[in-house]
Every structure is written in structure tokens, then in C-alpha cells.
């Protein structure tokens, strides 16, 4: 679906974005009045700050296609994305910010001024960093194909290259303020053509799921098929096909009959209006009205209770491992202020989820064709034009594009700047040196580039969930135990570290690079977390018990310090 | 890939590498010497493996680790080290004799001699006992008695004996040298506190005689000058912590700029560009203060009109980057590079300290970068970490 909107959108926030990255620090404030220069970021505003570096491509896209695809149990995801502030605030937030540690390997070091440990957290940041990469590049290079037909690779590749080049100009700068901006770019832009697209939708008659028993176009839609695909036909569908089906050359209309059809690579499929959609996605969820019942299967498993609970734990104690978001609670100055920007931000994401979970379920009446291709990710960016016809529609989905591309290249560039640093600091340890954090840039986007070739055909909020559950079993035990128990050990840390990190790794690996599709294998494999999260607090607590002789000496010093308000003096204070 | 490539790459050199030294290792082994030295060799690396945990001093944890490396040395059934008051670690078999060891030790420890215990002082009831003698030799630092080493095997010979002096002897050389770590990290600590909190006497004079000046024509702006003054000296003057965070500093040094403007009035023009991510950083406290009394003094204290000062703090990644500029007469480079160095005073000093400081907190990589030329102005930019361990505001 090629607009020149689209396409003028997607430069322009290109060019934003690069000019903003390159430019942004002669925006900052130059005063002569030191309240002013010395006034701390609000909690309000880091909250925005925090939101707009969180919001990726995931929640933008992703929600709203796996809502579309699998239904009402898809809703975990949106709720997990804002409830692991939830764990955050309760348990991590204001301790970990009077540690003072500015990154995850900086609280492994002061909690317990363990190397070796420091070294493993570092390895682990990168991991994610770079597995939640991938879903941004894949994302963007989906919006380019939706926007000018590019070939999935070629997508990838230039959003890549942007983002490299956005902090190679910028450095290493973040500037607040600009990540604050961002979170209410992503809002206007789902919010305003949603706002547009509803009351069109009440003016004609307000059509819902429920309405029809399978997915059903409401107009003719022409469909072409990148890949060969087994779809399925629920109910008999009379279609035009040009090109390959069922292994034999067709040109013209066709009945297919319910069942199994295959189809060919570069086939193009016309479904008239009121056509039954067949599906490619070999979902549970065929059927309306079991689309809107839960527990009816997710993406690739047919144990969708174990994937349910799974998946739960991986968003609720994953968000705090995710290395671009936790630096951002540094900025907080103490230890209070950072749980006020944490409920900040719950009550910002709870706002901002509520818009893609409608255009999940206005996109099962007006884009079910996506149903079709697998490429459900695109429904928020098909959705306006598709209901608005004209030039409304058209501008109102190259505002949808935009705000998508502005998530991905904000996104990723504060990923990259993070992985980077880890990088240059910890791997290449040079820490001043502008060539070693180049050299780790190139390098911090080129791995995840790659994987993001290699799993094409994750749907994208899925790749992110994976990258939560290797957070969840590493850094949350780190976390949790290290503020809330006094007998881990260096030890204890970095066994867990590594048994619940590198399972969870290697079980995302496998996920990504061989798609297993069925039984408990494939459930274990795409939904780690319900295994490796309480793996890793056993392995952790365990190994600390048996090496209970090694506790690190400042244990007692550091544990008051992430504990004492910052209101109250350790010491007596003679000049006070 | 590439990457894989290099790796393969280097994983055949390595390969080729290995085999290629075992080779010569085994091709010429009769190399290494007779069996004596092959001996000397093992007693010498067995010791040197012994050394590190010993070099925290004589610790519980320094003890348990090197024991295992001394028993191998003496070839004894169980080696003991107590420190006088409790035992430290007991390696070896006869674990029953165990809560005996800070007895055994008691006489050792009052004499500073080695001792001999025999099968009747031990009074083992079990018949395979492998512990029934013990020699117990003492640990001396600095002149005291400050530990013993006891090998427990089931005949003490004469040569046990002597080995035990020895190794305790040697025991007592590594925990010697962990007094002298100690001691070294106990200069440099009272060198920072030496160092700590310098405000100079001129500034002090200064802002008295400009406060002097308005209490009569300006009583009220006089009493607010004192406020301030009480303030800074406050601050200047606190006991506690040695850091504070960049917000902090950037509060005294505004305090200490309305004192300075009590005296040049409008002739001061202060710029300010400070990114509000790097506020929270902690860093030595009274380290930008002296840069910008620096800055002061060169950029208007020197020469007739208008002089600016510009603080400028970036935040850049997991630095924060400060710098301070003024456009006044500029420093000859060679008088800032004696300074830095420690040689001759002169006006320069308070960088001096500050350099010291920084490089004293945070290791050589953090000291000042000083860019001057006479007549060209000054900039003195400053980096500090947003973390660093044991660094942290209070």
C-alpha cells in the first residue's frame, strides 16, 4: 500500500531524527540563573521521559497484530508491559536508586563488589539490549514494506544504518526532555487517527467481531503473498487467484472449498466483499467467538494456560532488567522522587495501551486480509486508510506511520547508545575512548540486524516477550535478592546470573533460529520465563547458601544505604 | 561472518600455538634441571600460590585459602592457624581436635617460641588418630605475636620442626606486607582529607572587606552577604562524607559567585549550561568551587572590564562532563604544568588540589585537562564518572 503520504512522513521523521540526534544538545538551556540550572527533572516529566524510551515497536504495532491475530488472551501483554512497573515501584525503584548505581552492572559492583560478576551482567545487558532490537529493526522494516513494498531485509538494513548514524552524530547524549516529547508523539499519533476512525465506525453502524462468525471482508481487497502459505479456509470462500494454489497454476476465479490450501510464493489473491478471510496463521482462533474467549491458544503453542502464566512472569519481572529504562532512573534525585515517576509512568502506560487494544479489535472487522498474509503487525498502519476512504484516511495513516517510525528510531537508538556503552566499558574496557564506543555501535547494531534477518517471521510484541524473559531470569533475582536479601553471594549471583540468563538465552535462540510450532518442546522453548524465572532464584539462592562463608564484606553498608530514606542522617551531623 | 572468521582464525593460532610449546617443553624437559631443582620449582610454586589470600592480612577467609597450599608444603595430616583469640581455619584430617587448637596455641602465643606438644598434651582417645603430635610455631608482625601455625601429623620429627619455623616465618613476611598495604591505604586516606576542603584565606579577606563596605550604605543586602557567607563556610566547613552530588556544588558555587559580586557587581557575567540528567552525580565535594575561584581570579581580578565565566555540564553517557571557561589574561601552560605536578605554588594551586583529588578518587584517567594560553582566556574541563565504587553523595 504505497502513499506518497506515508513515504513523505517516514523522511520527514527521518530527518527529525537525525537533525535532533545531531543538533539536540544546543537546545538545552543556557541560563545565568543557577535555580534554574540547578533545577532537577520533575518526576512527571522523567515519567514521560521513561514511557517515551519504553514505547516501542512492541507495544506500538505489535499489541494491536496479536490482538488481531489471537484474541482477548493477548491482552496479557499490554497488561504486563504496565505491571512490571508495578514490581519496579514496589520492590526495586527507591532502593536501586540510593545505590546510586547508573547501570546494572554498576549495582552488581556496588552490591557486591564482585568483577567477575560485574563482567556477567554486562554480557547479559548486551544479550537483551540486542534481543530487543531486533523487534524494533523488524518492525520498522515491516512499516517500510507496508509503506513502499522494500523486501524485508532491505528495511531492516536502512533503519539500521539510520540508527547507526543517529548515534554515531549524536553520541551519547539522551536528552530528556526530547525522550518526554517522544512519549506524547507516540500518544498523538494513535490517539488522533483513532479518535477519527471510531466515530466513522459509530456513523456506520458500529460493526464488531461478534458480528460475523469468521473474520469477513466488508470490501474487495486485493492480497499478495510474499512467501508460500498454508492457509485455511474456514468456510467456502468464492476468490480470484493469479498465480499458484494447491501446486497447480491458476488464473481467474476459484470456490475455495473449506480446508487446507496452499499458496504459492507471489500469489495474488482478490477477495470480494463478504468473503470469509482464509487464515495463514494455523491459529485456534479461527473462529469469532472463540477469538473472544480466553485461553484459546496464543502464537505458536497449543498450551496456552502454561504460555498464559508464562508469559506473565516474563513482563512483570522482566521490565526491570531492561538496561535503556533503568538508566533512565538515574536522573531521578533521590530515592522518593523515583517511585513518584514510577506511578507516573503506570498511569502513562495504562493510558497509552488502551489505544492499540482498540485497533487490535477494529482491525478483526476492517484489515482481516492480514489474517491471511501473517503480517498482522501492519494493522495499526492499514487500519485509518482502510476505514476513512480518501485523502482523510490516507493522511491519517501516514501520521499512524510516522509515530511508528519516530518509536523504532527513538527506541533503538537508546538501546544502541546503552549496548554500546556496556560495550566500550566492559568488553573493550576504554571507557573515554570515542573509536572503541564507535567501533561498539557498529557493532551493537550489526548483531541484532543479523537476528532480525534470521527471525523475519516472529511476530514482533512475541520477540520482545523473549527479551523480557531473559531479563526476567537474570537480573530480576539479581535484583530482588540483592535488595531484599542479605546472604547473596558473589557466588550465588553470578551462578544464577548465568544458569537463568543462559538458559533463557539459548532457549530464545533456538526459538528463533528453528520456529518449533507444537507441543510442550515448542511451549518450553518460545515461553522460558515460567521455568528459567524460579530456576534462577533456586540456583541463585542455593549456590548462596553453600558459599555462605563469602558473603562480601560491605553487605550490612550497602543494604542500609538502599534502605534509609535519604530524609534521615546515618550519621550526626555536628554542623547541622 | 567476519567475526567468526577472525575467530577461527585465532583459535588455530592458539592451536598451533599450544602444541607447538608442548613440544618444546617436552623435547627438551631435561631442561628444567635435576630433580632437586624440579623440587625447589614445586615448593616455590605451591608457595607463590599461598601468597595472595595472605596479603589482606590474617583473615579468616585470607586463612582457609592459603592452608590448603601450606599443608601441601609441610606434608602434615592437618595444619591449624589460630590467631591467638579464636581459630582462623583447620585444613586437614582430625577434625575432632579442632576446638583444641586455640589451646594448644595459648603457651605459643604468651612465649613467641615454638612448641612441641606431644600424643599426651594432644590425649587423643581414638587409636588411628593421625594427629598426635603437634608443632606449633607463632606468627610475629611488627615485633608482636599475632598468630601461630600448627602441623599436626602422628610423629613430630626434627625436620617438621623446622619446616613449621620456616613456613610460619614466611607466613609472617606476607602478613607483614599486609600491614604495609594497610598502612599505605591509610597515607593515602589521610592525604584526601588533608586535601579535602581548602577555601582560600584571600576569598575569606575578600568577602569580609565587600561585606564591611555595605553595612552601612546597605545594612539589609549586608545581613543577606552574611547569610550567604554563614552558608558557604557551612558547606565548606561540614565533617561529613567526602562527597556531595554535582546540585550540591553547583548550590555552593552559586553562593560563593553572589559573595564575588558583592565585589565586582555587574563587571561578573556567569553563564550557565547544565544538563539536568547529571545533577544527581557525586563527586569530591569542593571540586568545582576552587576551578571556578580560578576562573574568577584570572578571567577579572587581573584586568580592567567585563569578564564571563561560562559552566557548562554535559551528560554523555556514563560520564558526565564539566567544563569552565572564562575569557580573562590566561596562565602561561609551563606555570599550570609545574602546579599540576606539585612543584611551585603560585596562583594555581587550588587546581593543584583539586587535579590531586580527582586522580586520588577516581585513578590518573580523571585528572583536570587545563586548555590556557596568555591572553587567550581559560577553559578547565572535568570528567566524573556517574559511578564509581565507594563514591557516594551523603
Not at chain 1, 553470578?494 to 507441543?519: D, E, N, R
Not at chain 2, 599436626?152 to 602478613?175: I, P
Amino acid at each position: 500500500m504505497s502513499t506518497p503520504a506515508s513515504i513523505v512522513a517516514v523522511l520527514l521523521v527521518t530527518v527529525a531524527t537525525l537533525v535532533i540526534g545531531a543538533y539536540g544538545l544546543r537546545m538545552a538551556r543556557t541560563t545565568s540563573d543557577f535555580y534554574v540550572a540547578s533545577r532537577t527533572v520533575s518526576p512527571a516529566w522523567n515519567a514521560s521521559a521513561i514511557s517515551g524510551e519504553y514505547l516501542s515497536a512492541a507495544s506500538f504495532l505489535g499489541v494491536a497484530g496479536l490482538i488481531l491475530a489471537y484474541g482477548v488472551d493477548m491482552l496479557w501483554y499490554p497488561v504486563g508491559y504496565t505491571a512490571g512497573y508495578l514490581i519496579l515501584l514496589l520492590f526495586v525503584a527507591a532502593p536501586l536508586r540510593r545505590s546510586g548505581a547508573y547501570t546494572l552492572p554498576d549495582f552488581a559492583e556496588a552490591r557486591l563488589s564482585s568483577i567477575p560478576v560485574r563482567r556477567i551482567s554486562s554480557v547479559l545487558v548486551v544479550v537483551i539490549g540486542w534481543l530487543y532490537l531486533v523487534p524494533q529493526l523488524q518492525g520498522a522494516s515491516l512499516t517500510l514494506h507496508t509503506v513502499t513494498g522494500a523486501p524485508p531485509w532491505a528495511g531492516s538494513l536502512i533503519v539500521a544504518i539510520v540508527v547507526l548514524t543517529n548515534v554515531l552524530a549524536g553520541g551519547m547524549r539522551s536528552i530528556t526532555f526530547v525522550q518526554a516529547f517522544q512519549y506524547w508523539t507516540k500518544v498523538t499519533a494513535l490517539l488522533v487517527p483513532l479518535v477519527v476512525v471510531l466515530l466513522h465506525w459509530q456513523a456506520s453502524g458500529g460493526p464488531t467481531p461478534a458480528g460475523t462468525a469468521f473474520p469477513t471482508t466488508r470490501e474487495p481487497i486485493q492480497v499478495q503473498l510474499a512467501t508460500g502459505t498454508s492457509v485455511q479456509a474456514p468456510a467456502s470462500a468464492q476468490v480470484v487467484v493469479h498465480g499458484s494454489l494447491d501446486g497447480a497454476d491458476v488464473n481467474g476465479p476459484v470456490t475455495l472449498t473449506a480446508g487446507t490450501h496452499y499458496l504459492g510464493a507471489g500469489a495474488t489473491v482478490l477477495l470480494p466483499a463478504g468473503t470469509v478471510v482464509p487464515q495463514g496463521l494455523g491459529a485456534s482462533t479461527v473462529h469469532n467467538s472463540t477469538w473472544l474467549r480466553p485461553l484459546q491458544g496464543g502464537p505458536g503453542t497449543d498450551h496456552p494456560l502454561y504460555a498464559t502464566y508464562s508469559l506473565m512472569l516474563a513482563t512483570f519481572l522482566g521490565t526491570m532488567g531492561l538496561p535503556h529504562v533503568l538508566v533512565r532512573f538515574y536522573t531521578n534525585p533521590d530515592g522518593r522522587s523515583a517511585r513518584r515517576a514510577t506511578v507516573a509512568v503506570l498511569v502513562l502506560l495504562s493510558g497509552f495501551y488502551l489505544l492499540p487494544t482498540v485497533y487490535g479489535v477494529l482491525a478483526r472487522v476492517y484489515t482481516p486480509d492480514l489474517l491471511l498474509t501473517g503480517r498482522t503487525d501492519a494493522a495499526v498502519l492499514l487500519l485509518p486508510a482502510r476505514v476513512i476512504p480518501g485523502p482523510l484516511g490516507q493522511l491519517l495513516s501516514a501520521l499512524v506511520t510516522a509515530g511508528a517510525f519516530a518509536a523504532f528510531l527513538s527506541t533503538s537508538s537508546g538501546l544502541t547508545v546503552s549496548v554500546s556503552g556496556v560495550l566500550a566499558q566492559d568488553v573493550l574496557r576504554r571507557v573515554a575512548s570515542v573509536r572503541a564506543f564507535r567501533w561498539a555501535s557498529v557493532v551493537a547494531v550489526t548483531i541484532p540486524y543479523l537476528i532480525s534477518v534470521a527471525a523475519y517471521r516472529l511476530p514482533v510484541a512475541d520477540a520482545v516477550g523473549l527479551a523480557f524473559a531473559v531479563a526476567a531470569s537474570s537480573f530480576c533475582p539479581l535484583l530482588l535478592l540483592g535488595i531484599w536479601w542479605r546472604r547473596l553471594t558473589d557466588v550465588g549471583a553470578a551462578t544464577g546470573l548465568v544458569v537463568g540468563g543462559g538458559l533463557a538465552a539459548l532457549a530464545v535462540l533456538t526459538t528463533i533460529l528453528t520456529h518449533p510450532t507444537s507441543g510442550w518442546t515448542a511451549a518450553l522453548l518460545t515461553q522460558p520465563a515460567a521455568w528459567c524465572v524460579p530456576l534462577a532464584f533456586t540456583v541463585m539462592v542455593a549456590t548462596s547458601y553453600a558459599t555462605r562463608r563469602r558473603l562480601p564484606e560491605g553487605t550490612g553498608r550497602a543494604l542500609a544505604r538502599m534502605h534509609t530514606p535519604e530524609s534521615l542522617s546515618l550519621r550526626p551531623d555536628p554542623t547541622a | 561472518m567476519p567475526d567468526s572468521a577472525t575467530t577461527l582464525a585465532i583459535a588455530g593460532l592458539v592451536a598451533f600455538g599450544g602444541a607447538a610449546l608442548a613440544y618444546r617443553v617436552l623435547a627438551h624437559r631435561r631442561g628444567l634441571g635435576s630433580a632437586a631443582d624440579r623440587a625447589t620449582f614445586a615448593t616455590l610454586h605451591t608457595a607463590s600460590l599461598a601468597a595472595p589470600p595472605l596479603r589482606a592480612g590474617l583473615t579468616k577467609t585470607g586463612a582457609t585459602k592459603a592452608a590448603r597450599h601450606l599443608r601441601a608444603l609441610l606434608g602434615a595430616s592437618a595444619l591449624a592457624i589460630t590467631d591467638g583469640q579464636q581459630l582462623l581455619v583447620w585444613e586437614g584430617t582430625g577434625d575432632s581436635h579442632a576446638a583444641e587448637a586455640v589451646e594448644h596455641a595459648r603457651r605459643v602465643m604468651e612465649s613467641g617460641r615454638t612448641e612441641v606438644l606431644g600424643a599426651t598434651t594432644l590425649g587423643c582417645r581414638q587409636l588411628d588418630c593421625p594427629v598426635r603430635t603437634a608443632v606449633i610455631a607463632p606468627i610475629s608482625a611488627g615485633g608482636h605475636v599475632i598468630g601461630t601455625l600448627a602441623a599436626y601429623s602422628g610423629a613430630a620429627s626434627a625436620g617438621l620442626v623446622r619446616a613449621t619455623q620456616e613456613v610460619a616465618g614466611w607466613v609472617s613476611g606476607q602478613v607483614e606486607l599486609a600491614e604495609l598495604g594497610a598502612s599505605r591505604t591509610r597515607l593515602m586516606e589521610a592525604e584526601l582529607r588533608a586535601l579535602r576542603a581548602q577555601i582560600s584565606p584571600h576569598f575569606i579577606y575578600n568577602s569580609l572587606t565587600a561585606i564591611a563596605s555595605f553595612v552601612r550604605t546597605d545594612p539589609e543586602r549586608a545581613r543577606e552577604l552574611l547569610l550567604e557567607f554563614a552558608d558557604f563556610t557551612r558547606y565548606s566547613f561540614r565533617r561529613h562524607g567526602d562527597f556531595t552530588t554535582l546540585a550540591e556544588e553547583l548550590r555552593s558555587i552559586e553562593r560563593y559567585l553572589l559573595l564575588e559580586r558583592a565585589r565586582f557587581g555587574d563587571r561578573l557575567v556567569v553563564s550557565l549550561q547544565i544538563a539536568p540528567e547529571v545533577l544527581p552525580v557525586a563527586l569530591p565535594f569542593l571540586c568545582l568551587q576552587p576551578i571556578v575561584e580560578n576562573a574568577v581570579r584570572h578571567g577579572l581580578e587581573s584586568r580592567p572590564g567585563r569578564g564571563s565565566i561560562a559552566i557548562v555540564a554535559e551528560n554523555v553517557g556514563t560520564e558526565a562532563h564539566i567544563s569552565i571557561e572564562d575569557d580573562g589574561v590566561g596562565i602561561e601552560p609551563e606555570q599550570v604544568r609545574r602546579a599540576l605536578s606539585g612543584e611551585g605554588g603560585g596562583s594555581s594551586m587550588g587546581l593543584a588540589n583539586v587535579d590531586a583529588r580527582l586522580r586520588q578518587v577516581y585513578g590518573d584517567e580523571y585528572g583536570l585537562v587545563i586548555e590556557t594560553a596568555v591572553g587567550a582566556g581559560t577553559k578547565v574541563s572535568v570528567r566524573l564518572p556517574k559511578f564509581h565504587p565507594g563514591v557516594r553523595a551523603s
